[in-house]
């Protein structure tokens, strides 16, 4: 994680010179799962609180190295794999409404690329959701931390993430990164192409960039 350093403005950072990304309805936009569709560090969270008899609260994040809270590696990495193995975990407010308006908009599938080792119980997760009715086409990939093997393998031109942990490396990979403010990152202080505090929010920009009608 970078320094917790105040935000720095990012409106005016010179994105275009080392981005080729493509606009408009082209533009191709991959997804982050953890944090930014799936709430799943409330699962975590409540795993870890359970078996160390904590109470820490999501707004006390100020990165996802939970370390630095007093939680051991063994303990942090047995309630991952807890939250892996849900069934179903919860998803954002308006995540699965926006994400249903994005694929029936365009008629592409929806593009996940998630730092889970195991892409394979994301999938399950996001297919165990109340799609009510309009289940989306969904692809899964990923499996590392640093998402650059992902992005560039399937041309994404713009991820929707909450780690901010690589983002300079995106960026400078031609990828642009759209930050989905969260308490573990609204401190970060690193470049971004967009800032999204919510699901309606990200429709909105999705919605002009793509020139939907929705
Ligand atoms: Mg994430």
């Known amino acids: ?53 904590k109470n820490i609260v999501i707004d006390e994040l100020v990165s996802w190295e939970l370390e630095d809270l007093g939680v051991d590696f063994k303990t942090l990495w047995a309630a991952v794999d807890y939250m892996y193995h849900q069934p179903r975990v919860e998803p954002y407010h308006g995540a699965l409404e926006t994400l249903t308006k994005i694929h029936q908009e365009t008629g592409e599938p929806l593009l996940f690329i998630t730092g889970r080792r195991d892409p394979e119980t994301a999938l399950r997760q996001l297919r165990a959701l109340d799609w009510n009715g309009h289940m989306p086409e969904i692809i899964v990939t990923g499996g590392t931390r640093d998402k650059r093997t992902y992005l560039l393998d399937n041309a994404v031109d713009f991820i929707i993430e909450d780690d901010v942990r690589h983002f300079r490396d995106y960026i400078e990979a031609g990828v642009g990164v759209g930050l989905m403010v969260r308490p573990w990152n609204r401190k970060a202080s690193v470049p971004v192409t967009r800032r999204f505090e919510g699901w309606h929010d990200l429709w909105e920009w999705v919605r002009e960039v793509k020139s939907l009608d929705g």
């Open 1 to 53: 994680m970078p320094d917790p350093l105040p935000l720095q403005k990012t409106a005016g950072y010179d994105m275009q010179s080392k981005s080729v990304m493509r606009e408009g309805k082209s533009m191709k936009i991959a997804f982050d799962i953890d944090g930014v569709v799936l709430n799943s560090i409330e699962v975590i969270l409540e795993h870890i609180n359970r078996v160390m008899g």
